[in-house]
């Protein structure tokens, strides 16, 4: 979700997002989006309607986003998503409940994490994410879709796991933005930030499955040792890398091929795991590039094997 937020004061939101309704330190789009699906219900074209009426008014934040926005997209997305429209709806509902249990258990462990400064949209995804960071405006802003969430992680899902991991991309952005922000990020880095962000998750929600701590990623969750420690050798051997493909192999769900996609949190999580053993959690934000990269492959020839 590395693509997997500094928080807006409400007056900061009320100057520059007008047309939003803010909710503590997060951007919330979702009241216009259900007034423009109801209100689209009895026109022809209903995309076209979307477009028009919410799309189009928030096209920046689409962009910021990285989602481009049109009505055949929308038209698309549509027959999907009115099937679970009512799940989204109670997921909206819960939310901001959810979110203040989160910020309140995050707090207690990242006492230092500056909330005001790690902007949050909460938004439809067209199914494109369920949270998703792009660096945008000089920050890194989280974008989370709540179609995208109930599409994988159920509208029911305890979402403490999902929000933690998110967060601590937020707290280790500020910690550590020179690594964090840069344009093209080293594939040993990319992976250890994954994969801390997947053992911070599971330290900060001890009852939950590893499962969901990898995000219900079954597949990854119950890959082999074998494949583990084959993929482990085909990260030593890329460590440096930026290309497109390599981050793609490791990190992207849509990766086709040999072993299971999104390879990289589970090496990453399995290093964290063992990093975590002497390492305080506000340390392992702070991690710079030499010792990290020094520390990724030691512990990738371990899993190796």
Same mark, same amino acid.
Request: zero cysteines.
């Given at each position: 979700m590395w693509t997997r937020r500094a928080f807006l004061s409400s007056a900061a939101v009320a100057v520059a997002m007008p047309a939003q309704a803010s909710v503590e330190s997060y951007v919330d789009l979702m009241p216009d989006f259900w007034r423009a699906y109801d209100a689209a219900q009895v026109e022809p074209d209903r995309a076209?309607?979307?477009?028009?009426? &919410? &799309?189009?008014?928030?096209?920046?934040?689409?962009?910021?986003? +990285?989602?481009?926005?049109?009505? *055949?997209?929308?038209?698309?997305?549509?027959?999907?998503?009115?099937?679970?429209?009512?799940?989204?709806? /109670?997921?909206?509902?819960?939310?901001?409940? @959810?979110?203040? +249990?989160?910020?309140?258990?995050?707090a207690r462990a990242f006492p230092d994490f500056r909330?005001?400064?790690?902007?949050?949209?909460?938004?439809? *995804?067209?199914? /494109?994410?369920? +949270?998703? @960071?792009?660096?945008? /405006? +000089?920050?890194?802003?989280? &974008?989370i879709g709540l179609d995208g969430v109930a599409r994988y992680?159920?509208?029911?899902?305890d979402l403490s796991v999902f929000l933690d991991h998110e967060a601590f991309h937020l707290y280790q952005a500020q910690a550590m933005p020179g690594l964090s922000l840069e344009a093209t990020t080293p594939l040993f880095a990319a992976i250890w930030q994954e994969g801390v962000a997947t053992?911070? *998750?599971?330290? @900060?929600n001890p009852e939950a499955s590893r499962l969901h701590v990898l995000l219900d990623d079954k597949p990854l969750a119950e890959a082999a040792p074998e494949a583990v420690a084959a993929g482990a050798r085909e990260a030593l051997a890329r460590l440096d890398s930026t290309a497109d493909e390599d981050q793609a192999r490791f990190l992207s769900a849509g990766y086709k091929g040999p072993g299971p996609a999104r390879l990289g949190y589970r090496l990453g999580f399995e290093v964290a795991e063992r990093a975590g053993r002497?390492?305080?959690? /506000?340390?392992?934000?702070? @991690?710079?590039r030499t010792p990290l990269r020094a520390l990724m492959a030691r512990e990738l020839k371990v899993l190796a094997g």
């Open positions: 076209a309607s979307l477009v028009q009426s &919410f &799309f189009d008014p928030n096209a920046e934040i689409y962009a910021g986003a +990285g989602v481009k926005v049109d009505a *055949s997209r929308v038209a698309k997305w549509l027959p999907g998503f009115d099937p679970m429209a009512a799940d989204v709806r /109670r997921l909206t509902t819960r939310f901001p409940d @959810l979110y203040a +249990g989160h910020v309140r258990h995050f909330r005001d400064q790690a902007p949050i949209y909460l938004m439809p *995804s067209l199914f /494109r994410f369920d +949270g998703h @960071l792009q660096p945008w /405006r +000089g920050k890194l802003p989280l &974008f992680h159920g509208a029911d899902a053992y911070v *998750s599971s330290r @900060l002497h390492m305080p959690l /506000r340390a392992m934000a702070r @991690l710079p």
